[in-house]
């Protein structure tokens, strides 16, 4: 009896210890510095990404090549097109040809006939070239016809706008002859739809992130995840990625992008029928420095923390021209008026919350210890029962349904403002749950004040924090507080 209880002691002491060494070696590896190269790892991922893409637009066009190229020798296409060239124009002749697009030429776009002095005599759309000369386009427009009169039995002409079809447009020309004697062409139509859907899955690429292609003359040939209107042959982009990837045919560099983003982008030239086209990798530094934090939150939410209480806060040497001020009260958000500012006082073991969008608007929250960013525990909250409110996650709601599209929330501001750290971490998750970066973010902290008396203007050009220090008064500019993203930057030595 007293073997069986001193094994069951040991067994349960083993038991104990291995739960606390893991336990220790979890927090322990929560609290240490993350060892990860973020470039370097980014950089991979954007390389291997972009060289999956690139191989599947190089085996799609490869593909496609091979089916322009058999139709010289598919004797349904070329019955048709002696019958329709001398004149023959029934409905069944028609028919096959349709029939025969529809099962063995689906991947393009339209089927020209073209005689050997450039008349279109059928075409599958029955488009503005149908029944007109491809030699008679506009001189802007012509390359097809330039392609046609160059000697050579097949072509690729890469993709330019083509005006009969309003849209831009690439083609396989292959030539024809009988008996020795040229009698005209397959013209074969392609769309850009092809290369943007290989494009345009972005699963992988989180929120920012995109892969895109762009030609000699720094045009995109595929359409930008971030804009509504169609890019294609539209969009220059003359970045130091397209000029380095002609230059030096493959890299990777952190970067502004069209948009003046910076961005991680790798980049390569390749080559498809004789054309260099450049395909670019991309995801904004501002996501990839945000998901690095979620990935360590506990070790940067710490030293977040211990940095802003160390460093100095750039005090205002004069205030401004008095403005009207609107009161916000504990447990109270409102949006500035026109000419007014919103201000709240005695922020001790409270939390200030202040949105703006620069130029438009700005909201002001005085947030009280019973909300959501210091209390998620669901006793806690059935015992608060009305007190608990959720002010930081009803505020971003309204700001995001009714004042911001989604493309402008990289303009927004979220400054927390506390004497205190308790309330941080969970207002911090409240903003990134709303789809924002690190850098729309700002923790105005002085753990040496007993509070803060806080002032923003309608337009959210001015964010004044008056800290009372014992008898000291300090008063802080809000706008010149660095973000979370340029701290994280210092505390990995991103720069180094």
């Known amino acids: 009896m007293k073997k069986d209880r001193l094994k069951y002691i040991s067994v349960v002491l083993c038991v104990v210890l291995f739960l606390a060494v893991v336990g220790y070696k979890v927090v322990f590896s929560a609290l240490a510095a993350p060892e990860v190269d973020i470039k ?58 349709d029939a025969r697009y529809a099962t063995a030429y689906g991947d393009f776009y339209d089927i020209l006939f073209v005689d ?25 427009n012509d ?19 083509y005006r009969p079809s309003d849209e831009p447009a690439a083609f396989f020309t292959v030539s024809l002859q009988e008996q020795g004697r040229h009698v ?20 992988t690429m989180g929120r920012t992130g995109e892969v895109y292609l762009v030609n000699q003359a720094s045009l995109m040939l595929s359409d930008s995840r971030f804009m509504e209107d169609s890019t294609i042959l539209r969009q220059k982009v003359d970045t130091l990625a397209v000029r380095e990837a002609l230059r030096k045919k493959i890299g990777d560099r952190i970067i502004e992008d069209y948009r003046g983003v910076r961005v991680f982008s790798s980049y390569e030239n390749f080559d498809v029928f004789g054309a260099t086209w450049i395909i670019i990798a991309e995801i904004d530094e501002e996501e990839v420095l945000t998901e690095f934090y979620k990935e360590h939150k506990t070790y940067f939410q710490r030293e ?27 447990n109270e958000f409102a949006k500035a008026g ?29 947030i009280s210890p019973t909300d959501e960013i210091y209390q998620d525990r669901a006793l806690t909250k059935l015992f608060l029962g009305r007190q608990y409110h959720n002010f930081l996650a009803e505020l971003l709601n309204k700001i995001e349904f009714f004042e911001v599209y989604p493309a402008e929330r990289r303009n927004l501001r979220v400054a927390i403002i506390a004497p205190h750290s308790e309330s941080f971490a969970k207002a911090l998750d409240a903003a990134l749950a709303h789809h924002l970066e690190l850098a729309n973010i700002s923790f105005i902290y002085n753990p040496a004040a007993l509070r803060a008396d806080v002032a923003i203007s309608a337009t959210g050009n001015r964010l004044e924090v008056q800290w009372t220090e014992g008898d000291r008064i300090l008063l802080v500019d809000g706008l010149e507080v660095e973000n979370l993203s340029e701290i ?3 505390i990995i030595h991103y720069d180094a």
């Not at 085996?59 to 023959?88: N, P, V, W, Y």
């Not at 050997?116 to 802007?140: A, C, Q, W």
């Not at 201000?343 to 949105?355: D, F, M, N």
């Open 304 to 330: 977040f923390v211990r940095y802003l209480g160390q460093v100095s806060r750039p005090a205002m040497e004069s205030r401004p021209a008095e403005l009207p001020r609107q009161r916000v009260d504990m």
């Open 184 to 203: 005209g062409w397959f013209v074969l139509q392609v769309s850009t739809n092809s290369t943007n859907q290989i494009l345009a899955d972005h699963k």
């Open 116 to 140: 050997s002095s450039g008349y279109v005599f059928h075409s599958i759309k029955k488009e503005r070239d149908y029944h007109s000369s491809l030699f008679s386009l506009p001189p802007t």
């Open 143 to 161: 390359q097809l016809a330039k392609a046609l009169k160059r000697p050579g039995e097949e072509q690729f002409v890469e993709f330019n706008y």
């Open 338 to 366: 026109k000419g007014r500012l919103l201000a709240t006082h005695g922020v001790a073991s409270c939390t200030a919350v202040a949105i703006y969008y620069p130029d438009r608007f700005s909201y002001l929250a005085h």
């Open 40 to 97: 370097q790892q980014t950089f991979a991922t954007l390389n291997a990404i972009k060289n999956s893409k690139r191989e599947e637009i190089i085996r799609h066009f490869s593909d496609i090549g091979k089916t322009a190229l058999a139709i010289k020798d598919d004797e349904i296409m070329l019955r048709c097109f002696e019958k329709l060239q001398q004149g023959s124009n029934s409905s069944s002749l028609e028919y096959a040809v």
């Open 488 to 490: 994280i930057k210092k």
